[in-house]
């Protein structure tokens, strides 16, 4: 399995980013997509993930009302759009999937529920 993050960079704040996440390497119906991210000197937290199958997404509270994750189902690509971009979201954003799925009545939100990670691509905030 291979999940490939790009689209990170250096924004101002109030900017919006566009994240993607090219996923290969089997069939992702089933799973969850998540995108996280980790701040220098900060456990890694979860930005958001859809059910892949649905398109069905959750986001953290954090980021809710400013991030948006879809998903090209014939192109196994998932995005994620964060707008009104702060500081303090300067992270690298990694994408991993779960194969944990629990038909949108939760989601699996533990780093330990994700099986397979991308590399990250670092996302840099300027006041």
């Known amino acids: 399995v291979q999940l490939q993050a790009s689209g990170g960079g250096i924004v101002q704040a109030g900017d919006s980013l566009r994240l993607s996440c090219a996923a290969s390497g089997r069939s992702f119906v089933g799973y969850t997509m998540g995108w996280w991210r980790q701040s220098p000197g900060k456990e890694r937290e979860l930005v958001g993930c859809?059910?892949?199958?649905?398109?069905?997404?959750y986001y953290e509270a954090a980021v809710e009302g400013r991030a948006t994750i879809t998903r090209y189902y014939n192109k196994n690509t998932i995005l994620l759009v964060m707008n009104n971009l702060k500081p303090e979201d300067t992270a690298v954003y990694y994408c991993a999937s779960s194969p944990l799925f629990y038909g949108g009545t939760r989601y699996p939100t533990k780093r330990s529920e994700y099986t397979d990670w991308g590399q990250g691509t670092l996302v840099t905030v300027s006041s």
């Open positions: 859809m059910v892949w199958s649905s398109g069905k997404a």
